[in-house]
């Protein structure tokens, strides 16, 4: 069975600074994996994917994730966090076989003014 | 393009009763995902359709159901409502065509219908 674990359920930062949210992930064999963002009262936004190739995968809005397979991690970052980057991240699994996508617990990330 | 729509947005129901929530996807996708999203269990799957046929599910009750119409539109039924299927429900779509769900490919959500059982 995957799995996804985000360790942190908030993460604060001040505006400037760089962000990273974490993410590890269980599958067997190679995965597919994905960070969502969430804003009040609407659906998942898309940010980026890792399928094959380059560990760091750039995505919209300036994030990027580092793939990292002896880890199995796939953390989320940015290098300078802005106000408005205040939501709620989940990170995906889907491994190669085709089963359901499994979405980790959510970090809250709040960028201090 | 428009993105994935869900209807209605918010519905109060009472419990026992019964409800359907329906989601149109993005145009040329052809699967369909639910999720139920509370504060204390997070996001979980409920149950993926794809060539009007359901794929994959996830660990509800039979109270929740689904289906998948010919032109990719889905709808969800939930039975004898519970107080705690007070939620926010998800509509996912991604791209599948053929016989094939393009499992590479990002899912494209709704803003949801808000679920609240009184």
């Known amino acids: 069975a995957q799995s996804v674990a985000q360790p942190e359920d908030q993460v604060n930062v001040a505006e400037g600074n760089p962000l990273t949210v974490k993410c590890t992930y269980s599958?067997?064999?190679?995965?597919?994996l994905f960070w969502y963002v969430q804003y009040p009262n609407r659906g998942l936004q898309f940010l980026l994917k890792?399928?094959?190739?380059?560990?760091l995968v750039k995505g919209s809005y300036g994030f990027e994730a580092e793939f990292n397979k002896s880890q199995t991690s796939f953390h989320l970052k940015k290098p300078s966090a802005l106000v408005s980057d205040s939501a709620l991240y989940f990170c995906?699994?889907?491994?190669?076989?085709?089963?359901?996508?499994?979405f980790g617990t959510g970090t809250k990330l709040q960028v201090i003014p | 393009k428009a993105g994935v729509t869900q209807t209605p947005r918010y519905l109060i129901k009472t419990r026992g009763q019964q409800v359907t929530l329906s989601c149109s996807p993005i145009s040329g996708h052809r699967s369909v995902s639910w999720y139920q999203q509370t504060p204390g269990q997070g996001l979980q799957f409920l149950f993926e359709y794809f060539s009007e046929t359901q794929r994959n599910k996830g660990n509800f009750p039979g109270r929740f159901s689904g289906r998948q119409f010919s032109n990719s539109r889905s709808e969800m039924n939930v039975s004898t409502l519970e107080l705690g299927d007070s939620a926010l429900y998800l509509c996912a779509s991604s791209l599948a065509s053929g016989r094939k769900i393009y499992s590479n490919q990002p899912q494209h959500f709704g803003d949801g219908t808000r679920l609240s059982i009184l």
């Open positions: 599958v067997s064999g190679n995965p597919y």
């Open positions: 890792y399928i094959t190739g380059d560990n």
């Open positions: 995906a699994v889907r491994d190669r076989g085709y089963q359901k996508v499994t």
